[in-house]
Nanobody, 117 residues
């Protein structure tokens, strides 16, 4: 069973930075994609960024130029560097792992990011 462990959330002021880390364990499968989604109170979960196995990156328009996703396929680990944070970035950030072998999606429990103005 794939388990995702997220870390790095916290509280910062607008303009600050945070780095999220997500590590997958419990599997020898490598990821097809691995990335981040977020959910703010009263809103649906939305895509933030993803890293493909060929290291192609994809970003939501709202975070382009501010967030950078990177990772290590052989370690099933991804990082999300978040700069120039805005209050609207406040949400619970969930890691997603899509298995290259099965195509199944797995989710982490989430880490809270709070940005104050």
């Amino acid at each position: 069973q794939v388990q995702l462990v997220e870390s790095g959330g916290g509280s910062v002021q607008a303009g600050g930075s945070l780095r999220l880390v997500c590590a997958a364990s419990g599997t020898t499968h490598r990821f097809n994609t691995m990335g981040w989604y977020r959910q703010a109170p009263g809103k649906q979960r939305e895509f933030v960024a993803a890293l493909a196995s060929d290291f192609t990156t994809t970003y939501a328009d709202s975070v382009k130029g501010r967030f950078t996703i990177s990772g290590q396929n052989d370690k099933n680990t991804v990082y999300l560097q978040m700069n120039s944070l805005k209050p609207e970035d406040t949400a619970v950030y969930h890691c997603n792992f899509n298995s290259r072998v099965t195509g199944n999606d797995y989710w982490g429990q989430g880490t809270q990011v709070t940005v104050s103005s």
